[in-house]
Every structure is written in structure tokens, then in C-alpha cells.
């Protein structure tokens, strides 16, 4: 292993949004002295190339507006697209923006109008609800359906295509691997989720942002790869932040093939003074995408390790606690309901008892509750402490 996951890096007290602000985020719960499991980045360093590359610059000391994107910035990301994925992309297809949240944003205003309905498929990342809801358009919702058995999700067909034919519905946020159920989506899932869209005049928000966090035995499909007419009807939000810890950084590559829709959305970045971005986050990107295959090798391999200890410790001891393996993303979506606690009573024991602070299932719409979606982007130490801890509390119940 060329990178060190191993090296335990403290931090607490760094202006980090995971360590220094999550008191704050349990209304009613006391979350002092909790350990953070919970935003999505990692405790890890980002690769020596990219902390080279951000030194450099540092050191130049001029910090002056960048030039809009340049030649290279096009050539990092349709290599490591192609790399990743097989998708060759056109140079000018690429917008960079100030992240993939701020992205989604803009689609939304740019593709809907207020009161229209955007459809996402809960259990979702929240923030599409919030976008949906503070830009004055109809949250429509799809929600996926869960297997106990198999402990899989799945997306309800029947109920999409339901949505998808009322004509006030104008867009689709999906999820591809999704968060936080961990699901890589199949070839098939997509071509007739894409199918279905394109039919009924639907266009789709693809947030690709985890597709390069994919364990062995999956396959990530880009959605915008399937066929042409996929293609003009589709947006891809692709970031170097989940794989490489950059997310302080901002910097998004949005993918738009379709002339139309990237007039409209580039329209929308202007409206909002949001066309440029910053300087360290396109350098950051850059080494991260041309330099990054190794470490993003060792980086599965290790959060993997991390999730089959943690299942196996699980069977082990904690009762009624089912971990659903992720197929993609570092992000561990776990369901306490076999406990026999309440959702509430779950919430109170992770957050209280456990003194974990991680994303409370119900934050990612109301199917959530008594889930808890854990963050395995860690230090192993600081699983064990977690697991150990969870046990401890587990045992009073
Ligand atoms: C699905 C998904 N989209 C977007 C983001 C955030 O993207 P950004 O930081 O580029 O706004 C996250 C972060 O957790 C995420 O999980």
C-alpha cells in the first residue's frame, strides 16, 4: 500500500465541519463528546501529488482570478471519465462549477419553473429535498423499495412511471451509486429509468459524485453513456471531492451534452454570478484525476476492509443491528430496527448512549427512520472505538 490509511490524523479542532460542528445538529439530543462518523469526507490525507500541486501554487503567492477553464482542466477530466468509466466526453460538454450541490441548484432554477415537480427517490441526501423546497418547486417523490430479505434496495418502477407521466413533472435528482443506501445502479435500472424520462419530456440530474468509490465485483454506469438520445436528455455532476477528500475545495466538472440545456444552464451560472471557480480547487483536481489511480486502489481496499470487520463484528455482537454492505460510496447505511426500539429511542441511543454522531436516517426522508447512515472513511481505531462503543450501549437496551 503506497498511501498510509493507517497514519491517524487528528482532526478535531481544525475548522473541519465533521469534527468541530456536530453538537449542534441533534436538536433535543445531547451530542457532546460524540465521535464523528458523520458528513461525507474522510479522515485521510488527499494524495502527495495533489498536496504538491496545492504547495506549489501556495508558494507562487499570486492568487490572482484564474483564467476560465483551460485545455487541461477538460483533459484530467475526460481521462479519468474514460479511465473509470469507458465514457469519452466532449471537451465542451464540460462546465466546471463551484460544486455538485451548487449544481444541482442551478439545473433546478434553470429547468423548472416554480411549483413544477422534481422527483427523487428517497431514502435520498437530503440536501435535493432542501434545493427543491427553497427554490419553490414540488418535491415529488419516488421512493425505492426495500428487500429485508436480501437486504437490497430497489427502484419502484410501477410508482415512477406513474410520476413520471404527470406532465407537471419536469426533472429527475438521481443518485448513481446512491446515498445512502450504497446501491451501484444496474445497467437496466437506468436504461429504462432513462427511457422512461426521455418518453415523458423528464430531464435527469445525474449526481455521479460517488462513482468512483465502487467495490469489488460492481460496475458503475454512467446513465449519459447508454445511448445518444440518453445522452442529450441527461446532466452528470462528477467531482474529484468524495475520492480524494477535497470537498473544502468546491470545484464540480458538470457534464451537459446537450447544447440547449447547457445554454440554459450556463444562463442560470450567470444569473448567479457563479461562472468561475477557485483556483486551488482546479489544481486540486487536476493531480487528483491525473496522478489518483493508485491511491484510489488502496483507498477501496481499506474502506472495504473497514465495512466487512464491521459486519463481521456486528454478527458477532450487536443485536439486532444489520449492516447493509455497501456495493459503492464509503458511506454505511445501518438498520436498528430490529432492536425493538422506536425510531425515536434509536436515535437517542446512537446519539446518547453510543455517543456516535452520524446522519440520522430520518434526515434522508421518512422511510430512513431507524436506519442510521455511518460514514467508513475512517481510521480503523476510530471503528473499533465506534463499534465498541455501540456494543457497550447496545447492552442496556
Ligand atoms: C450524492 C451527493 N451529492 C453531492 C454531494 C456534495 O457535493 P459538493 O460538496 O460538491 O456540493 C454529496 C456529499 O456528501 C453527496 O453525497
Sequence with gaps: MKHNFNEYINRAGTGSAK???????????????????????????????????????AKHGVYGYPKPKGVSFDRAVQNWIYKRH?????????VPTAGVVPAITYAVQALTHEGEGVIIQPPVYYPFK?????????????????????????MDFEDFESKVKDPNNKLL?????????????????????????????????????????IFKGFKHTPLGMLDNSINQNTITAYSASKT??????????????????????????????????NIFGTIAL?????????????????????????????????????????????????????????????DALIIEKAKIAVDLGRWF????????????????????KALAQLKAAIETI
Design 19 to 57: 469534527w468541530d460542528c456536530f453538537e449542534s445538529q441533534y436538536p433535543g439530543l445531547d451530542a457532546r463528546g460524540c465521535l464523528p462518523m458523520w458528513v461525507a469526507d474522510m479522515d485521510f490525507k488527499a494524495p502527495q501529488a495533489v498536496i504538491d500541486a496545492l504547495v506549489e501554487k
Design 365 to 384: 426522508g421518512k422511510e430512513g427512520a431507524g436506519f442510521m447512515r455511518f460514514n467508513f472513511a475512517c481510521h480503523r481505531s476510530t471503528l473499533e
Design 173 to 213: 435528482i438521481l443518485c448513481n451509486p446512491h446515498n445512502p443506501v450504497g446501491r451501484v445502479w444496474a445497467k437496466e435500472d437506468l436504461l429504462r429509468l432513462g427511457e422512461l424520462c426521455l418518453a415523458n419530456g423528464v430531464t435527469v440530474f445525474a449526481d455521479e459524485i460517488h462513482s468512483d468509490l
Design 86 to 94: 469507458g465514457w469519452n466526453l466532449e471537451g465542451k460538454w464540460i
Design 286 to 346: 487536476e493531480a487528483a484525476y491525473n496522478h489518483g489511480e493508485e491511491y484510489l486502489a488502496d483507498l477501496l481496499a481499506y474502506v472495504e476492509a473497514n465495512v466487512d470487520y464491521a459486519i463481521a463484528y456486528a454478527e458477532k455482537h450487536l443485536k439486532g443491528v444489520r449492516i447493509i454492505k455497501p456495493q459503492g460510496t464509503y458511506l454505511v447505511w445501518i438498520d436498528f430496527r430490529g432492536t425493538g426500539l422506536s425510531a425515536d429511542e434509536i
Design 244 to 277: 480524494f477528500n477535497l470537498a473544502g475545495l468546491q470545484t464540480a466538472a458538470i457534464i451537459i451534452p446537450n447544447k440547449e440545456i447547457r445554454h440554459k444552464y450556463r444562463e442560470q451560472l450567470a444569473i448567479n454570478s457563479a461562472g468561475s471557480i
Design 130 to 154: 432542501n434545493i427543491i423546497q427553497k427554490n419553490k418547486r414540488k418535491v415529488v417523490e419516488n421512493p425505492l423499495k426495500f428487500d429485508e430479505l436480501t437486504l437490497t434496495y430497489q
